[in-house]
């Protein structure tokens, strides 16, 4: 029963470099989103997806990229990271309706 | 941008106090969860409304629904040292369209309970 899976859950960077964070999801949920965890900031979404083989821009897209081969998995990529992007990354999932989200236990990326 | 705004940030009682943490919004929410989270943890559901006015009970949690759908409650009742953790409203707003379910998060209650 594993729900949804992130990895890794712990990554430190250098500026400029790149990473991809994984998510994985084994409840068959159309809907796949993407999320920034900051203090005082509350949680912002990034991308999200509605189905296999589409993404759209959330709130603060700027400098990530996303995609979603398959509909279990949705890929969370920092292009040239930069220290303004040092946050917890917290992917969930949802059906259609009523959008109850099941969430992941989070990856903690810090950019020095 | 729909903004969530969540009241008290941080929430400090003894065992077996009640409380009640509030969420509002000026504009229509066409559904609204509640989540708690655990440090190191992702959130985790406990409730979905989605009528005016509606009441749900989760054991010692109640949560309420403003018949607007522009503010939502939720109230802990003898409250427990298990009930720690931080407490997150979000909401999805239509305006119109689909929203696709994305959520709009409130920044959230810190709730410390001590034994």
């Known amino acids: 029963n594993a729900g949804v899976t992130q990895t890794p859950k712990f990554r430190v960077l250098k500026t400029g470099q790149s990473m991809t964070l994984l998510c994985a999801q084994d409840m068959n949920h159309e809907y796949m989103y993407w999320y920034r965890q900051d203090p005082g900031m509350g949680l912002r979404l990034i991308h999200y997806s509605v189905g296999e083989g589409t993404t759209a821009k959330g709130e603060v897209p700027d400098g990530y990229n996303v995609s979603r081969l398959k509909k279990q998995n949705f890929l969370l990529g920092l292009e040239s990271a930069a220290p303004s992007q040092t946050s917890v990354y917290f992917c969930?999932?949802?059906?259609?309706?009523?959008?109850?989200?099941?969430f992941g236990s989070g990856t903690r990326l810090t950019v020095v | 941008t729909q903004l969530l705004e969540q009241s008290p940030q941080f929430l400090s009682i003894q065992e077996g106090e009640n409380l009640t943490v509030y969420c509002n919004s000026s504009s229509v929410f066409s559904s609204l969860q509640w989540y708690r989270q655990e440090p190191g943890e992702g959130p985790v559901l406990l409730v979905t409304?989605?009528?005016?006015?509606e009441v749900k009970k989760l054991k010692r949690l109640t949560f309420q629904f403003g018949d607007a759908r522009k503010d939502s409650s939720l109230h802990i009742t003898a409250a427990q040292p298990g009930d720690t953790g931080l407490y997150l409203c979000?909401?999805?707003?239509?305006?119109?369209?689909?929203?696709?379910?994305?959520?709009?998060f409130g920044q959230g209650t810190i709730l410390t309970v001590h034994p």
């Open positions: 979000a909401g999805t707003f239509n305006a119109g369209g689909t929203s696709y379910g994305k959520l709009t």
């Open positions: 969930a999932s949802s059906y259609k309706r009523p959008y109850g989200y099941t």
């Open positions: 409304v989605v009528t005016g006015g």
